[in-house]
């Protein structure tokens, strides 16, 4: 039977925890190892599904990868394949990190259409469209991507909707076309600018990496380096609601305050109790929290990841709230299982009506997307009674040690295989 996670709720989370890096910034950053011969040195990678899946990835192409604890070494001497496979596309999207890269230093590449999934279509046209501005032929063959170019030319790429794994792939690719590129509609999210910081690291010469206007003045060749990887604002944040879900008292540690700043001000609308110091944030768990709007939307707006979570949190409160999904058509997966243990939610389109109740019980529950079991495992943590979160594969996608994490505080969570 696949892993399930048991859960008895009711227990005020105590004490401290710390996030791991983030796994939004390890997938670019690992990807950026087919950028150069010479080695890559990351001193904390996350030990995750997707992590696992881009290593298996990169091997295929030749990379030889080394993980010694949290940390990580890769080095792609020769790249001796252009292939994505669809295997390993349809299981984790972001292996089209690898496009960017491998049109830029081998002059092609072949990655799979990732198609739709759970949570909605997710095309990659601006992916093709940048690429195609910095001199890449473009052809779609049976499902796959094919991508060729001898040397990529900076161009001035303004894309048509905020992409974050677009503006990385685009940056990646600029990084070694010959010339200076613009985008503009940049990504803003801190992954974005930790891949910059990576990249300038390796010798690259980019600027303006956190607005929505990044300068890349392409060079012939990347080299060694040594980083770390961003903290991951997601975990920060889920584990923040499960100190204030449960009306426990926790200091999450390793955090960038500045990155969850509409994480944290949503939540104090809630009455969450916070305390905010340069590398930590203390929740304490308001008795009831009180009910808020929100609409998801790029960084630094409130981010789409932790739409679920909030979700939970607000399906207690004391009152009606209204969730607005912008980024995803279809990200309300966990409604429905949290209306299975006594919430209620009705959900029209991409707005979601919360009328709070007094507490949720214990149920079985699945989803078949990240935040949305990670969304089911804290209305567990609160919930009276039993639950049990199937599929539990999904979380180990994104979250490290998740249960462990959430045992050391007091939790009341066993995975049973
Ligand atoms: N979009 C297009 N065309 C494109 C690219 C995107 O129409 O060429 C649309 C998407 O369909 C979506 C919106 O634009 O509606 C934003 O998508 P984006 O490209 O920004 O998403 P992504 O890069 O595929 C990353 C994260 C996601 C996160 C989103 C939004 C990684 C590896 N993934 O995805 O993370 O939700 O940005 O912030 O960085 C997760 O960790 O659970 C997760 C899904």
Not at 228 to 238: L, Q, S, V, Y
Request: with cysteine.
């Amino acid at each position: 039977m696949p892993a399930r996670l048991l859960i008895e709720g009711g227990v005020p989370l105590r004490g401290t925890v710390a996030v791991s890096a983030a796994k939004n910034a390890a997938l670019p950053a690992l990807a950026a190892g087919l950028l150069t011969a010479e080695p890559l040195a990351f001193l904390n990678v996350p030990d995750l599904q997707d992590v696992r899946t881009m290593v298996r990835l990169l091997e295929t192409l030749g990379a030889r990868i080394q993980r010694d604890g949290v940390r990580v070494r890769v080095q792609v001497a020769h790249v001796v394949g252009d292939v994505a496979p669809y295997e390993l596309v349809s299981t984790m999207r972001a292996s089209v990190l690898v496009l960017g890269p491998l049109v830029a230093r081998h002059g092609s590449a072949r990655v799979a259409l990732p198609g739709g999934c759970a949570i909605g279509p997710r095309p990659i046209d601006q992916h093709l469209k940048g690429l195609a501005r910095l001199g890449a032929e473009i052809a779609i063959e049976n499902g796959y991507i094919v991508a060729r170019a001898s040397r990529l030319k900076g161009a001035h790429i303004a894309t048509d909707l905020v992409t974050v794994t677009g503006t990385e792939n685009l940056m990646m690719a600029a990084a070694l076309a010959q010339g200076t590129t613009v985008i503009e509609n940049a990504a803003r999210e801190p992954e974005v600018s930790d891949l910059a910081r990576l990249l300038n690291a390796m010798g690259a010469r980019i600027q303006g990496a956190g607005t929505a206007r990044i300068e890349i003045e392409g060079v012939t060749e990347l080299g060694t380096a040594t980083h770390t990887i961003i903290p991951d604002r997601i975990e920060a944040g889920t584990l923040i609601v499960a100190g204030a879900i449960t009306g426990g008292d926790v200091a999450v540690t390793g955090v960038v305050p500045d990155h969850i700043t509409a994480v944290l001000a949503k939540l104090e609308e809630c009455g969450v109790g916070l305390e905010v110091a340069p590398d930590r944030v203390r929740v304490r768990g308001p008795e009831r929290p009180r009910p808020t709007d929100v609409t998801t939307s790029p960084y630094p707006g409130f981010p789409t990841d932790m739409q679920a979570q909030l979700m939970t949190l607000l399906g207690l409160a004391d009152g009606q709230s209204r969730v607005t999904e912008t980024i995803f058509e279809n990200r309300f997966m966990q409604a429905a299982e949290l209306v299975r243990m006594g919430a209620r939610i009705e959900t029209e389109g991409s707005t979601a009506i919360i009328r709070g109740v007094p507490f949720y019980q214990g149920a079985p529950v699945m989803a078949s997307d990240l935040r949305a079991s990670a969304a089911l495992v804290l209305a567990g943590l609160a919930a009276r009674g039993a639950t049990e979160v199937s599929r539990v594969y999904h979380l180990d996608r994104g979250y490290e040690r998740l249960e462990a994490k959430l045992r050391s505080l007091g939790a009341h969570i066993e995975r049973r295989t």
